[in-house]
């Protein structure tokens, strides 16, 4: 079945505890990516990746990092988490050029005291 | 950067037709989509619609694009309790890095039995 998954689920940690959320895909999809959504501004991208080793921000990429070793794996870290990333985040992935192959993960709801 | 604008939300009753509507910026739009999100779960994509095209229907999906007005939306025939979600509209277009999609903020669809 094709899938991205995203672990945790749900994570609440505090403040300048640095945490990583993973997001795998199992379609050999090149294009990766991270969104945050909050209410009422939809979802904003964070990062994405075009292929290994290939990284890029989006439209909010501060606080935050990602890494792409290998294909199926684009894990986003958070050096110091603040409470303004207080958020729900969706990885994505699709083929290249193709985002109306675009595959949502099932989210990661992330809370920072 | 580029917009894309939905009202906040839309209550109408069982049986009736539902009609989401989005506007967008981005004149060099080339696929414009609308994505379910049901409580607690991630994003579903229902349908989407190449720019050159007016309208695309898939069962009780109709979806009307207004090129020259930058209008899209998105019409639910026999609006069902199932179909309470937020709804939301993206677009990609040529201008973006890779395959970003950029989000209105959705619209939380009620529907009353």
């Known amino acids: 079945e094709a899938q991205v998954t995203q672990n945790p689920r749900y994570l609440i940690t505090v403040t300048g505890k640095k945490l990583t959320v993973t997001c795998s895909q199992n379609m050999n999809h090149e294009y990766m990516s991270w969104y945050r959504q909050d209410p009422g501004l939809g979802l904003r991208q964070i990062y994405y990746s075009m292929n290994v080793e290939v990284t890029d921000k989006g439209d909010v990429p501060e606080g935050y990092k990602v890494s792409r070793k290998e294909k199926r794996n684009f894990p986003l870290i958070l050096e110091s988490p603040s409470p303004n990333q207080t958020s729900l985040y969706f990885c994505a992935s699709s083929l290249l050029d193709r985002a109306e192959t675009q595959y949502f993960g099932p989210g990661t709801r992330l809370l920072v005291l | 950067g580029e917009d894309v604008e939905q009202s906040l939300f839309l209550s109408v009753r069982e049986g009736d037709s539902s009609v989401i509507n989005c506007t967008y910026t981005?004149?060099?739009?080339?696929?414009l989509y609308w994505y379910k999100q049901e409580p607690g779960a991630g994003l579903q994509l229902l349908t989407y619609i190449f720019s050159n095209m007016d309208m695309k229907q898939d069962q009780r999906l109709t979806v009307l694009l207004n090129k020259k007005d930058k209008h899209l939306s998105l019409r639910i025939a026999d609006t069902q309790t199932g179909d309470s979600a937020i709804y939301f509209c993206?677009?990609?277009?040529?201008?973006?890095?890779?395959?970003?999609?950029?989000f209105g903020g959705g619209t939380r669809l009620m529907v009353k039995p």
């Open positions: 993206a677009e990609s277009s040529t201008n973006n890095a890779g395959n970003m999609l950029t």
């Open positions: 981005d004149s060099s739009s080339t696929y």
